[in-house]
Every structure is written in structure tokens, then in C-alpha cells.
Nanobody, 120 residues
Framework: QVQLVQSGGGLVQPGGSLRLSCAAS????????MGWYRQAPGKQLELVAR???????NYDDSVKGRFTISRDNGKRSCILQMNSLRPEDTAVYYCKAEIRDLSYKVLETWGQGTLVTVSS
């Protein structure tokens, strides 16, 4: 069994910053791609940023230059640093990882979600 536990998020004013963290635990053999997704009220889930286990990353155009994704493979964690936040960034953010467990199955694993609200 593997799981992702998220932390961070909350309420911030426009222009502010927040940091989201995600840590994997359980019977893990390896972690491949990790990423952050978000779902705003009334909208579909969308990819925000993704990073490979080699450190290559890509971003949605709407967050390029403002958000930074990083990971620490030793700590099995992934960070999303969000700067210059805008009201349209308001959403529930989810961490996702592709994890190979000790039985060699590859599991698409999601965090529990965390609400980010950008408002004055």
C-alpha cells in the first residue's frame, strides 16, 4: 500500500505566495513522474505542473514563470512553490505520482487535495 500526503495551502491575498508539499510513503520501490493538478469550482481537473524523476519539468501556460515544481527523491517528496498568486488560481490542488510498489505494480496515486484560495 502506498499513499501521498499533502500539506500547505490556505488563504492568501493576490500577489502572495504559498507552498504545497506532497510526501509519499508505504511499500515503494520507485517513484516516476510526480505532478500537481487543480480543480476550480465548476471546472475540470487540469494539470498545473509535472516533474520526472530525472528532474525535467513542464508547466501549464497559465502558471509559467510564477510556479515552480521540485522534488526530493531521497525524501520521496514533491513541492509546488506558488508565487504571484491570482484569484484565478483558486482551486483544490492535488498531488499525483506514478509509484511502483514492492510487488512491482505501477500505481497512479493521488493525494487528498488541499484548498488554495486567493482573495483579498
Amino acid at each position: 500500500q502506498v499513499q501521498l500526503v499533502q500539506s500547505g495551502g490556505g488563504l492568501v491575498q493576490p500577489g502572495g505566495s504559498l507552498r504545497l508539499s506532497c510526501a509519499a510513503s508505504g511499500n515503494i520501490f520507485n517513484i516516476y513522474d510526480m505532478g500537481w493538478y487543480r480543480q476550480a469550482p465548476g471546472k475540470q481537473l487540469e494539470l498545473v505542473a509535472r516533474i520526472t524523476n530525472g528532474g525535467n519539468s513542464n508547466y501549464d501556460d497559465s502558471v509559467k514563470g510564477r510556479f515552480t515544481i521540485s522534488r526530493d527523491n531521497g525524501k520521496r517528496s514533491c513541492i509546488l512553490q506558488m508565487n504571484s498568486l491570482r484569484p484565478e488560481d483558486t482551486a483544490v490542488y492535488y498531488c499525483k505520482a506514478e509509484i511502483r510498489d514492492l510487488s512491482y505494480k505501477v500505481l497512479e496515486t493521488w493525494g487528498q487535495g488541499t484548498l488554495v484560495t486567493v482573495s483579498s
